[in-house]
C-alpha cells in the first residue's frame, strides 16, 4: 500500500501566480518530510523540508505546510517561474527509511 | 567537485546475469540508499546504509544485494536479473540521516533487463 500519495499526477499554471502540489501520507510515524524536485536526466534535488513538530517551513519562494490531523502537506511556489517545470515528488521519513509519493509534473507556462 | 557517480550509466543485459552497479560519493557522507524509479509508482527506496558495515532493507530489497565496505561505496549487486528489474535507479547520499539532511543523487542507471 502506498503510504505517501501525490494524487495529482500534473499541474499547470501561469507564470508568475502560485503553484500549490498536495502530499496525503498515512502512517502518523513519519518524523519528518521533504519536496525534491526532478529535471528529466537528471537525479532529484532536494528542494525543501519541514518536522513533523512544526506547521510551517519557508524558504524563497517555496513555501511547505504540514497539517498533521489531515495527515496532508503541500508545497506551495510562488510566484512560479517556467524554471520551476519539473516533477516534484514529495517524501516522508521514519527512522532510515524514506519513502517517495508518485511524483507531480508542473509545467509553468510563460 | 561534490558528487555522486554512478555506473554504467545505460545497461541492458539478459536475464540471470549477474551485474553491478557502482556508487560513489566524495562528500564523507555516512548515510547512502539505492532506488528505483518506475512509471506511475515515484521512487522506492532498495536498500539504505547508515554507515560502514551497516545495511537496511527499504520497501523493495527483494532480488537485490548491497554491501557497504568502505564509507564513499554503495555498490547495487543483481545476482539474477529478471524483466521486472528493468527501471531507472538512483544512488543518493547525506550525512548522517536523510530525513534533516539534503541527499545528494546520482544521475541515474537505466537498466533494461531482457
Known amino acids: 500500500d502506498q503510504q505517501v500519495k501525490q494524487n495529482s499526477p500534473s499541474l499547470s499554471v501561469q507564470e508568475g501566480r502560485i503553484s500549490i502540489l498536495n502530499c496525503d501520507y498515512t502512517?502518523?510515524?513519519?518524523?519528518?518530510f521533504l519536496w525534491y524536485k526532478k529535471y528529466p536526466a537528471e537525479g532529484p534535488t532536494f528542494l525543501i523540508s519541514?518536522?513533523?513538530?512544526?506547521d510551517k517551513n519557508e524558504d524563497g519562494r517555496f513555501t511547505v505546510f504540514l497539517n498533521k490531523s489531515a495527515k496532508h502537506l503541500s508545497l506551495h511556489i510562488v510566484p512560479s517561474q517556467p524554471g520551476d517545470s519539473a516533477v516534484y515528488f514529495c517524501?516522508?521519513?521514519?527512522?532510515?527509511?524514506?519513502?517517495f509519493g508518485q511524483g507531480t509534473e508542473l509545467s509553468v507556462k510563460p | 567537485e561534490a558528487q555522486v557517480t554512478q555506473n554504467p550509466r545505460y545497461l541492458i543485459t539478459v536475464t540471470g546475469k549477474k551485474l553491478t552497479v557502482t556508487c560513489s560519493q566524495n562528500?564523507?557522507?555516512?548515510?547512502m540508499s539505492w532506488y528505483r524509479q518506475d512509471p506511475g509508482l515515484g521512487l522506492r527506496q532498495i536498500y539504505y546504509?547508515?554507515?560502514?558495515?551497516?545495511?537496511d532493507k527499504g520497501d523493495v530489497p527483494e532480488g537485490y544485494k548491497v554491501s557497504r565496505k568502505e564509507k564513499r561505496n554503495f555498490p547495487l549487486i543483481l545476482e539474477s536479473p529478471s524483466p521486472n528489474q528493468t527501471s531507472l535507479y538512483f544512488c543518493?547520499?547525506?550525512?548522517?540521516?536523510?530525513?534533516?539532511?539534503?541527499?545528494?543523487f546520482g544521475p541515474g542507471t537505466r537498466l533494461t533487463v531482457l
Open positions: 543518493a547520499s547525506s550525512h548522517w540521516r536523510a530525513a534533516v539532511n539534503e541527499q545528494f
Open positions: 502512517n502518523s510515524m513519519f518524523d519528518y
Open positions: 519541514i518536522s513533523s513538530i512544526k
Open positions: 517524501a516522508a521519513s521514519v527512522g532510515g527509511k524514506l519513502i
Open positions: 562528500m564523507n557522507h555516512e548515510y
Open positions: 546504509s547508515m554507515n560502514v558495515e551497516v545495511t
